[in-house]
């Protein structure tokens, strides 16, 4: 199974950038959905955005602000993260489930719930 290490994190004045990025560790990404996640104290992790094979799906609050990608030869999931605000400061975390293993679609808010495989989290802090 996939193995996933995340990078890139760190801190930023509201209205500035950051990439995360996440490697795959002993495998690709080939036959598997990839997605990122954040945590902030005290709340529920929220699915963000995922990637597949057939395109990308957003959650309201960063469509239009962030921007996931893997590059071709799929061991790399990124995360462009523009127009940062401070209610984007959480753990932010790559995750993968195998494409068609799940009930749901991959790129559906439903089918958030069933990334089954995680990295260890990389922090994003944003200042006003």
């Known amino acids: 199974q996939v193995q996933l290490v995340e990078s890139g994190g760190g801190s930023v004045q509201a209205g500035g950038s950051l990439r995360l990025s996440c490697a795959a560790s002993?495998?690709?990404?080939?036959?598997?959905?990839m997605g990122w996640f954040r945590q902030a104290p005290g709340m529920e992790r929220e699915g963000i955005a995922t990637?597949?094979?057939?395109?990308?799906y957003y959650a309201n609050s960063v469509k239009g602000r962030f921007t996931i990608s893997q590059d071709n030869a799929r061991t790399t999931l990124y995360l462009q993260m523009d127009g940062l605000k401070p209610e984007d400061t959480a753990m932010y975390y790559c995750?993968?489930?195998?494409?068609?293993?799940?009930?749901?679609?991959?790129?559906?808010?439903?089918?958030?719930?069933?990334?089954?495989?995680w990295g260890q989290g990389t922090q994003v802090t944003v200042s006003s």
């Open positions: 995750a993968a489930r195998r494409a068609g293993a799940g009930r749901y679609s991959c790129l559906s808010n439903r089918g958030m719930m069933e990334y089954n495989v």
């Open positions: 002993r495998s690709t990404f080939y036959g598997y959905c």
């Open positions: 990637i597949s094979a057939v395109g990308t």
